[in-house]
């Protein structure tokens, strides 16, 4: 099991808020089961998949027996576990909804991996559902819990660029295997943009603070290519934010990955050069003195995530990035959609206030 080698073996800490981890694919096995073992107040204490042997190796591998192990119909006897506190849904994008509803149903809190759903009324009815069962729902978005993140967005809110007039932002990246349930409408929901594109939307809202006022967009499906059948392969996107802010969005799965974020303000800029990988995110900024390069502690993105959903779960508080945070992203992204098909701008609510979708400011390593 491709565990990362040089991190500390788990404890067994009753403190810890307990995670069941729905789903066995790249991001848990490579990403996910390394972070919570650098967590401070987090750790797995059950998976669920329909790939026994691959669950009962990463089980053995945490330290985890074989009734740690569940199927997904067995899914409800996590009711049982006094120890799980949370359920991580980390399934395809068309399985989002149906566990989170069925997390919600035995009272377990849910994180849920981005996008929350397949659309806004999807995404909608899952709020409803954690809602009506009295559990915390979180979207998982790890670049809302980064320091770089967050100096970025408080380079713009403490106006250290001066008004900020425009941004643009890039997230593509190469899907070459036409049977990936990404390239399949049913299971993701759309292409490039609510897998990647997200990211360029959901931090231009966030370092904004702010919701667009309209879109416009378009998009690209090439004739001939089995991937693309179904999807989109690259996209484009115009965002109108509240005083003229001017915001653009480019996703493709067809370019070798690229992600930046640029803001442009009247005092300065900032320049993120990666924007969104998971390692090495860089950000620099520029103002009439020069350009500025901060540095940041070391710290993992999935880490942050597990340890403030954990805290909100402890002490009863509203996540950063709570349920209402994935259905604002698919209001938007359901708006580009329409735009794209119908070729006209599409206007949007707007008007909402600051941060209007989010909760508890998390804690941001190196961040006073
Ligand atoms: P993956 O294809 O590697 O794994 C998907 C898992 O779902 C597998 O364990 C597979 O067995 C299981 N599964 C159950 N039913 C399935 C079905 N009908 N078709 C295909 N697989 C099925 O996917 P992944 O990359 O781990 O992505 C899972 C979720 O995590 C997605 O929602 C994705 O958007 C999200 N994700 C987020 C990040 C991030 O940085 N936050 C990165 C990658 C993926």
């Not at 067995?74 to 799980?84: N, Q, S």
């Not at 409803?128 to 980064?146: D, F, K």
């Not at 932002?169 to 897998?195: C, I, N, Y």
Request: glycine content about 10%; some cysteine; proline content about 6%.
């Amino acid at each position: 099991m491709p565990l990362k080698p040089d991190l500390p073996q788990p404890e067994a800490e009753q403190q810890r808020v307990g995670y069941a981890i729905v789903g066995l694919g790249q991001l848990t096995v490579e990403e996910l089961v390394p972070a919570v073992r650098t967590s401070e107040h987090a750790h797995v204490v059950a998976f669920v998949t329909s790939e026994t042997e691959k669950g009962l190796a990463l089980a053995r591998a945490v330290g985890l027996g074989e009734n740690d192990v569940y199927t997904y119909d067995d899914f409800e006897k996590i009711a049982e576990r006094g120890d799980v506190d949370a359920v991580y849904i980390v399934l395809p994008n068309a399985l989002h909804r149906e566990y989170v509803e069925r997390a919600a149903k035995i009272g377990k809190h849910v994180l849920c991996e981005k996008p929350l759903g397949m659309n806004a009324d999807d995404a909608r009815a899952m709020v409803q559902a954690c809602g009506n069962a009295g559990v915390l729902l979180m979207t998982a978005y790890r670049c809302q819990y980064t320091p770089e993140h967050w100096a970025a967005r408080d380079a713009v809110q403490n106006v250290k660029l001066g008004k900020v007039k425009l941004l643009d932002s890039v997230h593509v990246q190469v899907e070459d295997h036409p049977e990936a349930w990404r390239l399949k409408k049913e299971l993701a929901g759309g292409g490039p943009l609510v897998d990647v594109g997200i990211y360029c939307l959901n931090t231009m809202r966030f370092v904004l603070g702010q919701e667009p006022e309209w879109v416009f967009a378009a998009l690209h499906q090439p004739e001939g290519d089995p991937r693309f059948e179904e999807v989109e392969e690259s996209l484009s996107f115009m965002l109108g934010f509240p005083g003229g802010v001017m915001a653009n969005g480019l996703t493709s799965y067809g370019a070798r990955t690229t992600s930046t974020l640029r803001v442009l303000g009247e005092k300065g800029s900032l320049l993120m050069d990666p924007a969104f990988p998971y390692v090495g995110v860089s950000l620099s900024l520029t103002d009439e003195q020069g350009e500025l390069t901060p540095s940041f502690p070391t710290y993992d993105q999935f880490s942050r995530e597990f340890d403030h959903f954990a805290q909100c779960i402890r002490q009863g508080k509203r996540p950063w990035t709570p349920g209402e945070e994935g259905v604002q992203d698919h209001v938007v992204m359901d708006a580009i959609y329409e735009s794209a098909r119908t070729g006209q701008v599409v206007k949007l609510k707007g008007g909402q206030g600051k941060d209007a979708f989010r909760g508890t400011a998390p804690e941001v390593p190196g961040r006073d």
